[in-house]
């Protein structure tokens, strides 16, 4: 039987700063991962990274059922999505996240793994509060772990039977950081997801400028700088409960493409094709609890200019 340390009490200081540490980081190769794998290194630390693209050790799943190594951290990154043309058209694919997120609640317990971060995702949250105009800002007591309500989709599934899978782990001495991002974007992420695209629509000019749906669902654009910053800085500040990682500022489609298409010096007819995946039509963060630890620094303005200057 592993040895039971209480959550909040005595649990090893949740530094990332400072003393090097042995970090396992799981889907190192995605995009989260990727610049999280750079911002570790460069405080110093050892990363062990685990992708099914690019890896120190293979496949998270494989590594999770056969490894017992204890890390001073681990950061599970690992997990199958692909934008919403993946989450809703291949809706058994995207629950492999359910065996993977289980088998890394087992692995932390096995290995004795003191410190973890788990993503979860806004798509957590019940859909029957992202309607269309609602203009509710998701706070973190929306999700009654006791009581879920429908999330969205089976990728929303995953990660909700994820996060109710976390005490079991910190009942075994594990502290697990649990962290609740918007739509995370920047310059090198996958044309799957739309920020890139709208970008790559602006720089090739297109005329008229495709917009999946209406253009009137919202979301809360953060920045990959932030959503790392905000992490280490859980981390940093032993932050307990769940934390939405965004700004809490509600930008449409339509506005977004207007602001793209704007800093890359012209202006297109948008045209929407009505009937493509488009999600949930209004998610925006509450960041008060992300405030009292981090703050974000990359406006969307800034985020935009950053991608139309990169060479990604």
Avoid at 33 to 61: F, M, Q, S, Y
Avoid at 285 to 292: G, M, Q, V
């Amino acid at each position: 039987m592993s040895e039971r340390i209480a959550p909040s009490g005595v649990l090893p200081e949740a530094r990332t700063r400072g003393a090097s540490m042995k970090v396992l980081l799981t889907g190192s190769a995605g995009f989260i991962g990727r610049h999280l794998h750079r911002a570790l290194e460069e405080r110093g630390h050892h990363v062990t990274t685990c992708d099914l693209k690019a890896a120190n050790i293979g496949d998270a799943l494989d590594f999770f059922r056969r490894d017992r190594t204890p890390y001073d951290l681990a950061i599970h990154c690992a997990a199958v999505v692909g934008g919403r043309a993946s989450i809703d058209g291949h809706p058994l694919g995207v629950a492999t996240n359910l065996a993977l997120d289980a088998w890394y609640m087992r692995w932390l317990i096995a290995s004795r793994t003191r410190r973890a971060v788990y993503f979860s995702s806004s798509a957590a949250y019940p859909v029957d509060l992202q309607g269309e105009d609602s203009g509710h800002r998701l706070h973190e007591d929306d999700i009654n772990l006791a009581a879920p309500r429908q999330p969205d989709a089976t990728y929303g599934l995953a990660k909700l039977t994820g996060e109710q899978l976390v005490p079991y782990a910190e009942a075994e001495g594990c502290r697990v950081h649990v962290l609740r991002p918007m739509s995370g974007y920047g310059a090198d992420q996958a044309l799957d997801y739309p920020f890139p695209s709208f970008i790559q629509r602006a720089r090739q000019k297109r005329d008229p400028f495709e917009i999946w749906g209406t253009g009137r669902q919202v979301r809360d654009w953060v920045h990959i700088d932030d959503v790392v910053g905000a992490t280490l800085a859980a981390i940093d500040q032993d932050v307990t409960g769940p934390t939405n990682i965004g700004t809490g500022r509600a930008t449409s489609f339509n506005e977004l493409a207007e602001l793209v298409c704007a800093e890359a010096g012209y202006k297109p007819k948008l045209h929407h094709i009505l009937g493509a995946p488009d999600g949930v039509q209004y998610r925006v963060a509450d960041p008060t609890r992300l405030h009292s630890f981090y703050q974000p620094t990359v406006t969307l303005e800034e985020g935009v200019r950053r991608a139309l200057r990169s060479e990604s």
